[in-house]
Structure formats: structure tokens, C-alpha cells
Nanobody, 121 residues
Framework: QEQLVESGGGLVQAGGSLRLSCAASGRTFSSYGMGWFRQAPGKEREFVAAISWSGGSTYYVPSVKGRFTISRDNAKNTVFLQMNSLKPEDTAVYYC??????????????WGQGTQVTVSS
């Protein structure tokens, strides 16, 4: 079972950047597809980005494509979300998640506790 801990959230002005990290504790991190989700107040959780177990394939929701980049370092059991050109509508709690299933389908088994990202206008 994977335990996931996110970090890197914070307050940033519109147009700025943040890099989220998610550290996994399990021994089989490299066998999991990894994803980032976000949930804004009063809204449903949104599937933002995902990466295959090898890192060779990625998925992005259209609203972040070209601005966000997901990557992973299997040697360090860590997945990253680099967020550039941030907009106020990116404000949300961001969650890291892991799956052994279809990583690009948004169905995940293990979740972190979330990290707050706030983008001021």
C-alpha cells in the first residue's frame, strides 16, 4: 500500500509558478501510475494530470495543457507537478494519487492529504 505526502503548495500571484511534490512510501512506487487531482471550494474534484509507471506517457486536462508538466523520479519515489502561468482559477486543494489500474482514466486507489494552492489576481 502506498502512502502519499504532498508538498509545495502556497500562495502565488497570477502568472507565477509553483512546483508540487508527492513522496511515496511504498517499495513498489515504479509499478503505479500517478495522478494529480484538484478540488476547488464548491466544485467537484477534477482530474488534472497523470503519468504512466515508466514516465513515458502523460495526460493533461485541456485547461492546464501547455502550462503544467507532470514528471516522476522512480529512484526517489516522487512525482512532481510543475505549474507555470498560474491563473486564479487554478486555486484549489491539489491531491496526489496512485493506481495500478488505468492511470489515464481517473480511477485511483491511494490518495495523499492534499496541499493548498492559491493564486491571487
Amino acid at each position: 500500500q502506498e502512502q502519499l505526502v504532498e508538498s509545495g503548495g502556497g500562495l502565488v500571484q497570477a502568472g507565477g509558478s509553483l512546483r508540487l511534490s508527492c513522496a511515496a512510501s511504498g517499495r513498489t512506487f515504479s509499478s503505479y501510475g500517478m495522478g494529480w487531482f484538484r478540488q476547488a471550494p464548491g466544485k467537484e474534484r477534477e482530474f488534472v494530470a497523470a503519468i504512466s509507471w515508466s514516465g513515458g506517457s502523460t495526460y493533461y486536462v485541456p485547461s492546464v495543457k501547455g502550462r503544467f508538466t507532470i514528471s516522476r523520479d522512480n529512484a526517489k519515489n516522487t512525482v512532481f507537478l510543475q505549474m507555470n502561468s498560474l491563473k486564479p482559477e487554478d486555486t484549489a486543494v491539489y491531491y496526489c494519487a496512485a493506481t495500478r489500474g488505468n492511470w489515464d482514466k481517473g480511477r485511483y486507489d491511494y490518495w495523499g492529504q492534499g496541499t493548498q494552492v492559491t493564486v491571487s489576481s
